[in-house]
């Protein structure tokens, strides 16, 4: 038994012995890549270019033969390119040697970033995996240098604002630079237009972009601010109008619009319109009325932002035009009363009569066109009258009233008429017994006031 015991002690004691006994790992390579350098920086679309890389092992133990695979690039965009591309041999543990290899180049232009990944297939085991990239760039060449971006998108007064220019071409990449900017917004080197602009209007923007190799082309653009507020028609009533008679004579009429962000597109329904006249889209109305009255009819306004407003206008047509008769002003003589009154026709009543030019000292004309005083001196006198009517039409002709002095032998009473700035004179016979008359008593008093009593 104690023998027996004794065997089975020892051999209890064996077993766990034997239990720790662990395998030795194999010793693994650590490879990397760096140093990528092409033949040429600018290329052509799909040229050949040699490429130069060195590959090291930094691991205890050799590798196996890898796998290499190239990406390229271009704006932060998905790769593109070969995989895989090329394999190396095994390395022994600290060795390293270089390569000289050659890839096809893409066929866009652009600014591209190749890469280099080491054992892209994961056929190797290594001590680290971090360190198997290397990067380098290149240019893809395009034809002549140009600006893409050739309108710029409208903004707003106190909203913000974000435009990215582009250009392709030349060699990539490209450096923006501009001036003349809307008030509150700023441009950096990438082209990349923002900010919120203060003011409305129409700005120049000269944008410049330069390349690789200093080819640089010029563009004068145009932004358009436009205002919060939309468009709001003003006109109400429009000038009147005659039955017959163009309606853009003598000149032309026009809609109304302020605010929103010219220029403006005006139209209106056909079949509201005064019969004879149509709006056209720059807001001008022509045609020639057929029909008198006064007609109400909609308009609408939309602006270049795309924003409308609608309004009821009017407008009268009248049946017959406002004339000023021509004048036939009499004759008169100094120190006897003046008597004319003038006439007109059409329009619409009342009417409001002035006059342009000197009257006779002492004479006077009252709104109504009527004439009158004591002229005080001789002469003849040139006046242009104008009568008014309530709408507001006008119209004028030219007239002369002749003072003789007193006393003159052969006073008499002359008329002038001269419409349209025509004029001519006609004498008559002589004065009635009723104006020598009354031409004395004016003799008379006086006489009688410089003698006195």
Not at 13 to 39: E, K, R, Y
Not at 48 to 62: A, K, R
Not at 73 to 90: D, H, K, L
Not at 115 to 143: K, M
């Amino acid at each position: 038994m104690r023998r027996a015991f004794g065997t089975l002690a020892a051999l209890t004691w064996f077993v766990p012995a034997l239990s720790f006994a662990q395998p030795v790992p194999p010793l693994l390579a650590d490879l990397t890549v760096f140093g990528a350098t092409p033949s040429e920086r600018a290329v052509r679309p799909s040229a050949s270019v040699g490429l130069t890389y060195s590959v090291q092992n930094l691991g205890p133990g050799p590798s196996n033969p890898a796998n290499l695979c190239l990406h390229f690039s271009r704006g932060g965009g998905v790769g593109i390119g070969q995989t895989p591309w090329s394999t190396v041999g095994g390395v022994p543990p600290g060795g390293s040697f270089q390569v000289a290899d050659g890839f096809t180049a893409p066929v866009e232009p652009g600014l591209y970033v190749g890469r280099i990944d080491i054992d892209c297939t994961a056929a190797v085991f290594e001590t680290d995996e971090t360190n198997n990239s290397t990067t380098f760039e290149i240019v893809v060449l395009g034809g002549e240098l140009r600006l893409v971006t050739m309108a710029l998108p409208d903004g707003f007064v106190n909203r913000p604002y974000v435009a990215q220019l582009q250009a392709d071409g030349g060699a990539p990449p490209f450096r923006f630079s501009t001036r003349l900017l809307p008030p509150g917004l700023s441009f950096d080197t990438n082209g990349l237009l923002s900010g919120e602009p203060s003011e409305a209007g129409v700005f120049p923007v000269d944008v410049t972009v330069v390349d690789q190799r200093g080819s640089m082309v010029s563009e004068r653009l145009s932004l358009t601010v436009h205002t919060d507020d939309g468009p709001v028609i003003t006109s109400d009533l429009l000038p009147p109008g005659t039955v017959g008679k163009e309606y853009c004579e003598p000149s032309r009429v026009f809609l109304e619009a302020s605010g929103g962000s010219p220029p403006f597109r005006w139209n209106a329904p056909s079949d509201s319109l005064p019969p004879g006249l149509s709006v056209a889209e720059d807001g001008s109305i022509c045609g020639v009325p057929s029909a008198p009255g006064t007609i109400s009819f909609g308009v609408q306004v939309t602006d270049s932002a795309g924003r409308s407003d609608r309004r009821i206008v009017r407008v009268q047509i009248l049946l017959d035009p406002l004339r000023l008769d021509p004048p036939k002003l009499p004759a008169g003589k100094v120190g006897e009363p003046y008597v004319a009154q003038l006439h007109a026709r059409g329009g619409k009543e009342p009417y409001r009569f002035e006059r342009d030019g000197n009257l006779p000292l002492g004479v006077q004309l009252r709104s109504d066109g009527g004439f009158f005083g004591t002229p005080e001196v001789a002469g003849t006198f040139t006046l242009s009258l104008v009568v008014t009517d309530a709408l507001g039409n006008a119209d004028k002709a030219m007239a002369t009233i002749v003072i003789a002095a007193a006393g003159a032998a052969g006073g008499k009473i002359l008329e002038t008429a001269e419409p349209a700035g025509c004029g001519c004179s006609s004498a008559g016979e002589g004065p009635s017994w009723p104006a020598a008359l009354l031409f004395g008593l004016v003799v008379f008093g006086r006489w009688r006031r410089r003698s006195g009593p």
